[in-house]
């Protein structure tokens, strides 16, 4: 066998740059998003002679956040390809996003020959350093005949276990080196030390089982691993044998649909109160794939005092990280929920698990603290939540929503409705503001039958509009929703709130830029919605247009702000609700 592999692999001669093209087909690669440059272009050519479709960015963090947006809706690794120096180092903080999210994304970046690394050359930067503390791994290719094996460890790495970002650096002489083609098995990646936990151990399981069937006050505690595991299904299975309600953090939302009477919704600073307060009262939190985010938690000491933990993730390393695990289950989410589920079956749970008088609290706390905004505003001023709801009600259920950072994120977590899973993307952990418009591409890339909606903030949108002319030119029409108040919204609410309102530097203009002509002159539609009678109208008109990208300046009421919120370290007790509850307690 191995004399006939040899007489194959001879018979095939290729350059590195055609076996890295050729290695991403293995891999099954349908679209990559890249901007070519002298280290890379070598890889370029090969392109042309391939079934992957290339679509050419107008700025380097576009095409990481595309991939991002791709892998979000799909599953599947997105790639990303640049050249080497500032193309590099312009692709960070996509890597960084999605590090910090946990997405699967694939990027190959340009280098300068081997003999010049380290000389300062023209466009050089020390890639793989730079990246190494936000990627899962990095390769730099030393000999063009490691390429396919690199390549199929990118991949393998990237997409098992805790999914993350990868990054393979290739210097411009190893694409022009002659090699012969072989395309690996997996038996064949040379990955020593990399093992990442599958079936949960059995003693683990029967010990949260015991903890579930022993507690008054459960709650679920549904994180992004529930989605990186394509988990929902068997997270709906559990919540109905159980009836044990359940938060979903941002990352996770659209994992049990929001119509579910057991789905509380977002925790966290900026979470409905019922998800908070549910928490906070909790025995016990069945912790499936979060990892104790600052945002949901804020001040460690106090959080969830009363509650025993079941940790269950695929990545040992976030066991104890903030919050002690009474039990801690070390696997594929998706598995270890299967196991809980067969192991609860059987067992007599109407009488184990009497969660009346707790589900009767949460139903009082819904009721008394719901999300509320004044819709009574007069003269036409436009509500940031109304545009929202709008938005939410006048598209399909399955609509794909991207959101920016900031007050837009918070509201469209918030007010939307998510009834599937995989239909939300956004940065969380990182908080990149720019995120949604190059990630609205991606999404829509990935699955062009889907209606994709970004709602974008001004400040969020001003940073990557440009990836619209790569809309434009490769016909990937998206619609986005500005809501345009003038302002670095979030910035602005905290310098209200905490910095007795001294607003420093904080403010954008409504009218600079023109965000029609700017649509515009990206081949875009542009729409100016200024009264909230137009809200409805606009959205109809944009949800029509299916043959180019639409953008919407709703321009919105600026003194509007994000509530609940927990104030930054502040215990989650101390949550802050909207102003028009407490002056309806005042009045009741």
């Not at 694939?106 to 020390?126: H, K, L, M, N």
């Not at 998706?334 to 749970?349: C, H, R, T």
């Not at 007069?378 to 509500?383: A, E, L, R, T, V």
């Not at 919605?529 to 809200?535: A, F, G, I, P, T």
Request: proline share 6%; hydrophobic share 45%.
């Amino acid at each position: 066998m191995e004399a006939k592999r040899e007489i194959v692999e001879a018979k095939q001669e290729i350059t590195g740059a055609q076996a890295l093209i050729k290695s991403l087909e293995m891999e099954g690669v349908e679209v990559i998003f890249g901007l070519p440059g002298g280290a890379i272009l070598p890889v370029y050519d090969p392109i042309l002679a391939s079934p992957i479709r290339h679509i050419l960015v107008r700025h380097e963090q576009g095409a990481g956040h595309a991939a991002e947006g791709y892998a979000h809706v799909t599953g599947r690794p997105g790639v990303a390809m640049v050249t080497s120096g500032p193309a590099a180092t312009n692709i960070v903080t996509p890597l960084a996003d999605a590090y910090m999210d946990s997405i699967p994304i694939v990027v190959i970046t340009g280098q300068v020959a081997s003999a010049f690394i380290g000389t300062d050359a023209f466009q050089e930067c020390d890639t793989t350093g730079i990246t190494m503390g936000v990627t899962k791994h990095n390769w730099l290719v030393t000999d063009a005949q490691d390429i396919p094996r690199i390549i199929a460890e990118a991949f393998h790495v990237a997409t098992t276990g805790r999914p993350g970002p990868v990054l393979v650096d290739l210097p411009k002489d190893i694409s022009n080196s002659v090699m012969r083609w072989y395309w690996p098995s997996v038996d064949e990646l040379d990955l020593p030390g990399y093992k990442f936990p599958t079936v949960a151990d059995p003693t683990a399981i029967n010990q949260a089982v015991e903890l579930i069937l022993a507690s008054k006050r459960p709650v679920i505690y549904a994180g992004g691993g529930i989605l990186r595991a394509r988990a929902a299904k068997a997270l709906a299975d559990l919540v109905e044998l159980t009836g044990i309600p359940v938060v979903t953090t941002l990352m996770a939302r659209g994992c049990i649909p929001d119509s579910h009477p057991l789905c509380l919704g977002m925790p966290g600073m900026h979470g409905n109160y019922t998800a908070v307060a549910a928490m906070q009262k909790a025995d016990l939190l069945l912790t499936l794939g979060a990892r104790f985010d600052d945002r949901v938690i804020s001040k460690a000491t106090a959080f969830a005092p009363y509650a025993k933990v079941i940790h269950v993730d695929i990545d040992p390393a976030e066991f104890d990280k903030v919050r002690h695990a009474d039990v801690a289950v070390a696997a594929d989410c998706k598995l270890a929920i299967e196991q809980i589920n067969k192991a609860l079956i059987g067992k007599d749970l109407d009488r184990s698990l009497e969660l009346t008088p707790w589900i009767d609290q949460i139903r009082e706390w819904q009721k008394t603290y719901p999300l509320v905004y004044d819709k009574t505003y007069s003269n036409g001023i436009i509500k940031p939540q109304f545009v929202i709801e709008t938005l939410r009600d006048a598209t399909p259920d399955d609509t794909i929503v991207v959101s920016g950072v900031g007050q837009h994120q918070m509201w469209t977590s918030q007010y939307w409705r998510f009834s599937h899973p995989y239909c939300w993307a956004n940065s969380g952990g990182l908080g990149t503001m720019g995120f949604a418009i190059p990630a609205a591409i991606g999404a829509k890339v990935g699955r062009p039958a889907a209606m994709v909606w970004a709602i974008d903030g001004d400040g969020c949108f001003q940073m990557t509009a440009q990836e619209l002319v790569t809309a434009t030119a490769e016909k990937i029409p998206i619609k986005v929703a500005i809501l345009n108040n003038a302002y670095l919204g979030m910035v602005r609410q905290w310098q209200e709130m905490f910095y007795d309102q001294r607003y420093s530097e904080v403010y954008l203009s409504p009218d600079l830029p023109d965000y029609v002509g700017w649509a515009e002159s990206m081949g875009c539609i542009g729409l100016k919605v200024e009264h909230s009678e137009e809200v409805l109208p606009a959205i109809e008109k944009a949800n029509s247009i299916d043959d180019r990208s639409v953008v919407i300046d709703f321009r919105t009421d600026t003194t509007e702000k994000v509530y609940p919120m927990v104030p930054s370290g502040a215990s989650n007790d101390d949550i802050v609700v909207s102003p028009l509850l407490e002056l309806q307690g005042k009045q009741s």
